[in-house]
Protein backbone atom coordinates (compact mmCIF):
# COMPACT_ATOMS: atom_id res chain seq x y z
CA UNK A 1 0.00 0.00 0.00
CA UNK A 2 0.85 3.32 -0.76
CA UNK A 3 2.01 5.74 2.58
CA UNK A 4 -0.29 9.24 2.15
CA UNK A 5 2.45 12.25 1.59
CA UNK A 6 -0.13 14.93 3.53
CA UNK A 7 0.79 15.21 6.79
CA UNK A 8 -2.38 17.93 7.19
CA UNK A 9 -5.81 18.93 5.50
CA UNK A 10 -4.19 22.35 5.29
CA UNK A 11 -1.27 21.02 2.84
CA UNK A 12 -4.52 20.31 -0.05
CA UNK A 13 -5.21 22.43 -2.32
CA UNK A 14 -9.14 24.01 -2.45
CA UNK A 15 -9.50 21.26 -5.09
CA UNK A 16 -8.15 17.28 -5.54
CA UNK A 17 -7.48 15.55 -8.85
CA UNK A 18 -7.21 11.99 -8.72
CA UNK A 19 -3.57 11.57 -8.12
CA UNK A 20 -4.01 14.01 -5.12
CA UNK A 21 -6.86 11.65 -3.85
CA UNK A 22 -4.40 8.41 -4.19
CA UNK A 23 -1.61 10.23 -2.64
CA UNK A 24 -3.79 11.44 0.62
CA UNK A 25 -5.52 8.01 0.91
CA UNK A 26 -2.68 6.30 0.02
CA UNK A 27 -3.94 3.93 -2.81
CA UNK A 28 -3.68 3.37 -6.13
CA UNK A 29 -4.73 6.18 -8.67
CA UNK A 30 -6.90 3.39 -10.43
CA UNK A 31 -8.58 2.78 -6.81
CA UNK A 32 -8.81 6.15 -6.86
CA UNK A 33 -10.90 6.85 -10.15
CA UNK A 34 -12.83 3.97 -8.69
CA UNK A 35 -14.00 5.77 -5.84
CA UNK A 36 -14.45 9.13 -7.45
CA UNK A 37 -17.07 7.28 -9.47
CA UNK A 38 -18.67 5.76 -6.67
CA UNK A 39 -22.37 7.39 -5.74
CA UNK A 40 -21.81 9.81 -2.74
CA UNK A 41 -18.38 10.78 -3.25
CA UNK A 42 -18.77 14.32 -3.56
CA UNK A 43 -16.86 14.33 -7.08
CA UNK A 44 -17.37 18.13 -9.23
CA UNK A 45 -17.60 17.29 -12.84
CA UNK A 46 -15.67 19.88 -15.26
CA UNK A 47 -16.68 18.82 -18.95
CA UNK A 48 -14.39 15.56 -18.96
CA UNK A 49 -12.37 16.45 -15.61
CA UNK A 50 -13.36 15.02 -12.18
CA UNK A 51 -12.57 16.91 -9.04
CA UNK A 52 -12.98 17.09 -5.50
CA UNK A 53 -13.67 19.66 -3.09
CA UNK A 54 -10.81 20.22 -0.41
CA UNK A 55 -13.64 20.90 2.44
CA UNK A 56 -16.53 18.07 1.05
CA UNK A 57 -13.09 15.35 1.01
CA UNK A 58 -12.51 16.24 4.54
CA UNK A 59 -16.31 15.50 5.47
CA UNK A 60 -16.13 12.50 3.39
CA UNK A 61 -13.30 11.15 5.11
CA UNK A 62 -14.78 12.20 8.35
CA UNK A 63 -17.97 9.86 7.84
CA UNK A 64 -16.16 6.98 7.07
CA UNK A 65 -13.99 7.03 9.37
CA UNK A 66 -14.12 5.76 13.06
CA UNK A 67 -14.94 9.37 14.17
CA UNK A 68 -17.85 10.13 12.05
CA UNK A 69 -21.70 9.76 12.60
CA UNK A 70 -22.89 7.37 9.54
Known sequence: MKMSVCKSYDDL???LN???VSQVLGMS?????ELMN?????VLRVGS??????????EWVSQHTQGGAN
Open 38 to 42: EPGFP
Open 49 to 58: RMVVPKDKFV
Open 13 to 15: PLF
Open 18 to 20: ASL
Open 29 to 33: ISTAY
